[in-house]
């Protein structure tokens, strides 16, 4: 069976800190992709990353990293300095290989960054 | 990114009518069509995946009779709300890729209301 498990409900943050979303997942699969989306208030889902799971290179692009470990089945999504406008819903999906496979969704973590 | 687009954002309607959802994808074929329904403060529950000219795959629990789906071309598909009741109130959100491997695009959403 294919999880992913997002732990932290809710994170509060001030502006300029850095914070870490944390993303475990499972899967039965040995080729398989991982993606994380944005869900701002407006409630469109805001493609952020994809990384195959022969990639283990970790991202950054701006103010955001991704580190990859498959060692301990993680995907973890950092914000430097963040921003009032980072706060959203932010999930972590995972999709099996196959040209059939569906996205599986945490239950997100939503992000609330004060000034 | 791609650009997936869904009509309309919003719509109130009377209990017992039916209401009718497009997504379309703007800027690129899709092969494969996604309806999600989202509570609030909740994770996306997929509905249905659609593939062009077939009919649509139901995920368990979600009445086919319900929810009509038709993915009549690689750039339209639409959800039918049929005899809707204020139960299937909710956020529906389709989502597209355009190939096995792909990456899914999410359309904006529609905040369905029934009275």
């Known amino acids: 069976a294919q999880k992913v498990t997002q732990a932290q409900t809710e994170i509060s943050v001030v502006e300029k800190e850095d914070v870490t979303l944390d993303c475990v997942y499972e899967?039965?699969?040995?080729?398989?992709?991982l993606f994380w989306y944005k869900q701002p208030p407006s409630g469109e889902l805001v493609f952020l990353i994809r990384r195959n799971s022969f990639d283990e290179q970790n991202e950054i692009s701006g103010r955001y990293s991704w580190n990859f470990q498959k060692s301990t089945s993680s995907f973890n999504f950092t914000i430097t300095a963040s921003q009032v406008v980072d706060s959203a819903v932010y999930f972590c999906?995972?999709?099996?290989?196959?040209?059939?496979?569906?996205?599986?969704f945490g239950k997100g973590t939503k992000l609330s960054v004060k000034p | 990114g791609a650009v997936v687009s869904q009509h309309p954002s919003r719509v109130i309607c009377k209990s017992g009518t039916s209401v009718k959802i497009e997504c379309r994808s703007l800027d690129f074929q899709a092969t494969t069509m996604f309806w999600y329904r989202q509570f609030p403060k909740q994770s996306l529950m997929l509905m249905a995946t659609?593939?062009?000219?077939?009919?649509?795959?139901?995920e368990q629990g979600v009445e086919k009779d319900k929810f009509l789906i038709n993915h009549a071309s690689l750039t339209l598909s639409t959800l039918t709300v049929t005899s809707a009741h204020p139960e299937d109130s909710s956020f529906y959100i389709c989502s597209a890729r355009s190939g096995g491997i792909e990456t899914q695009y999410f359309g904006p959403g529609t905040r369905l209301l029934v009275l």
């Open positions: 999906a995972l999709r099996g290989g196959g040209s059939q496979g569906n996205l599986i």
């Open positions: 659609s593939n062009e000219g077939s009919k649509a795959t139901y």
């Open positions: 899967t039965r699969d040995t080729t398989y992709y």
